[in-house]
């Protein structure tokens, strides 16, 4: 059975840095990539990005390039989003999903999602 | 970027009824090098994940009730639900994954009425 087993959810200050993960099991790691998707409270869905764990390529959406790192841990069947500096705007549902990796890149299964809450 | 715009933002449907949901992309998802549409449906209920129902337009995933059917072309989609039953209140969503970002429309919510 596919899994994807989120980290839980987290509390920080404004400027804190952070890095939630998910662990895959069922399935080889390599063979598929890994999203990202946002979903800020009350809000629809937003992608971020996408990784090959096996060779660690990353595409980012626009909206995220740049505040937000991708990357992945084949070692341990692991994918991560981080941040080097939050902000109170990026307190939202994070969900990572699995995509194929030969243009089949809808979101097959899903974590659970990680609850993040920036605050003051 | 490819923008995705789904209607009506939110449908209350009678129970046995049928529910079309449609969904409008800024450019063609059709890549003429596979001949196929780059369009899934997903299905979010309150305090779950999203839920993958189609892909590449009309398949259904593994364990998705038959009265789900996606259909359309190009850049106009439309999900169905062919008899609306209470489990199937939730958020639906269509998502491009031809280019990057793949992008997902605004979600529109089914209710019964």
């Known amino acids: 059975e596919v899994q994807l087993v989120q980290s839980g959810a987290e509390v920080k200050k404004p400027g804190e840095s952070l890095k939630i993960s998910c662990k895959a099991s069922?399935?080889?790691?390599?063979?598929?990539?890994i999203g990202w998707v946002r979903q800020m409270s009350g809000k629809g869905l937003e992608w971020m990005g996408i990784?090959?764990?096996?060779?660690?390529?990353?595409r980012y959406s626009p909206s995220f390039q740049g505040q937000v790192t991708i990357s992945a841990d084949k070692s341990i069947n692991t994918a991560y989003l981080q941040w080097s500096s939050l902000k109170a705007s990026d307190s939202a549902m994070y969900y990572c999903?699995?995509?194929?990796?030969?243009?089949?890149?809808?979101?097959?299964?899903w974590g659970q999602g990680t609850l993040v809450t920036v605050s003051s | 970027d490819i923008v995705m715009t789904q209607s009506p933002d939110s449908l209350a449907v009678s129970l046995g009824e049928r529910a079309t949901i449609n969904c409008k992309s800024s450019?063609?998802?059709?890549?003429?090098?596979?001949?196929?549409?780059?369009l899934a449906w997903y299905q979010q209920k309150p305090g779950q994940p999203p839920k993958l129902l189609i892909y590449?337009?009309?398949t259904r995933q593994s364990g998705v009730p038959d009265r789900f059917s996606g259909s359309g072309s190009g850049t106009d989609f439309t999900l169905n639900i062919s008899s609306l039953q209470a489990e199937d209140v939730a958020v639906y969503y269509c998502?491009?994954?031809?280019?990057?970002?793949?992008?997902f429309g605004q979600g529109t919510k089914l209710e019964i009425k």
């Open positions: 450019q063609s998802v059709l890549y003429s090098s596979t001949s196929r549409n780059y």
């Open positions: 069922g399935y080889s790691f390599t063979n598929y990539r």
């Open positions: 998502q491009q994954y031809l280019y990057t970002p793949h992008t």
């Open positions: 999903a699995r995509a194929g990796n030969r243009g089949d890149y809808y979101l097959d299964s």
């Open positions: 590449w337009v009309s």
């Open positions: 990784i090959h764990p096996g060779d660690s390529d990353a």
